[in-house]
């Protein structure tokens, strides 16, 4: 199953099942579950409730190839604000909670706006291949290149990390689902740093929706290349602080992504 398959699924149904080549491991790809989740508050929603900010907890594994229940509910719907949480539950425990902040247009005095940057020729760079058994298995789905950085395990001595990333077998138009996938899809920043392979995982994750999908000319497809660059603010006894910036092709700020991430080096 693609990535649209599933969203297709959380559609129609409330209990699903991960392929295990959308994992990690045993488990699913963190930005599968929280897309999945995102994409469940966003059914029933008006054109006018857009997508501000989402707050992603991972508080467990969610395992491939075990079935688990998907619900969400809202938290409170005001005349310009709305949030809403989600979570998916599996043998009885939450594994990723979702918390996701939706505000209606307003007239304001208040402008500011960031004039594009030059992110370079889209899909430029070192591809960085799927192979079976050492990267993780749903990086299948995803087309990555490397344009500044290194790759995990490799000791460098790079902070950053600068690419292009897009699906494979993209086919519908980008949604916020499909965008979320993406900036989790990248390694860690924090794992270029290592020297041989160890344990790392998100713990808690935040996106700001900068320039709303809804606002774009022209909203790019499933094949088109998305800009994406991180940086690691502050590493220190074993968790680590990164900022990101996504960007479409022509250089239009779309998202802004924080994480803290927990990388077991030494045991």
């Given at each position: ?16 099942e ?6 990690q ?41 075990e ?6 509910q ?10 809403y ?25 208040i ?14 760079g ?5 192979i ?7 990086t ?8 500044e ?19 494979n077998?993209?086919?519908r ?39 709303p999908?809804s606002?774009l000319?022209q ?15 502050q590493?220190h ?9 996504i ?15 927990v ?5």
């Amino acid at each position: 199953m693609n990535f649209d398959d599933y969203l297709q699924q959380v559609s129609q149904q409330d209990t699903l099942e991960i392929h295990p080549s959308w994992g990690q491991g045993r488990t699913t790809f963190g930005g599968l579950s929280a897309a999945l989740i995102l994409h469940r508050i966003e059914q029933g929603l008006d054109d006018g409730q857009v997508l501000r900010s989402l707050n992603v907890s991972f508080c467990g594994p969610l395992n491939t190839a075990e079935s688990f229940t998907l619900s969400s509910q809202s938290i409170r719907v005001g005349k310009s604000v709305a949030h809403y949480q989600g979570q998916t539950v599996q043998q009885d425990q939450v594994t990723t909670l979702v918390n996701a902040c939706f505000g209606r247009e307003r007239e304001s005095d208040i402008e500011v706006k960031l004039p594009p940057v030059s992110c370079g020729t889209p899909g430029s760079g070192q591809a960085m291949p799927f192979i079976k058994g050492i990267t993780p298995e749903f990086t299948q789905h995803i087309n990555f290149t490397y344009v500044e950085g290194g790759l995990p395990f490799t000791n460098s001595k790079h902070n950053v990390i600068r690419g292009w990333m897009r699906f494979n077998d993209g086919e519908r138009a980008l949604s916020n689902a499909h965008l979320v996938a993406l900036i989790d899809a990248w390694p860690p920043t924090l794992l270029q740093k290592l020297k041989s392979p160890a344990p790392c995982a998100s713990v808690t994750w935040s996106i700001e929706m900068v320039t709303p999908l809804s606002q774009l000319p022209q909203l790019p497809g499933g094949s088109d290349w998305l800009w994406y660059e991180a940086d690691i603010r502050q590493a220190h006894d074993g968790y680590g602080h990164t900022e990101a910036r996504i960007y479409t092709a022509d250089g239009v700020l779309l998202a802004l992504s924080r994480q803290l991430v927990v990388v077991y080096d030494k045991r």
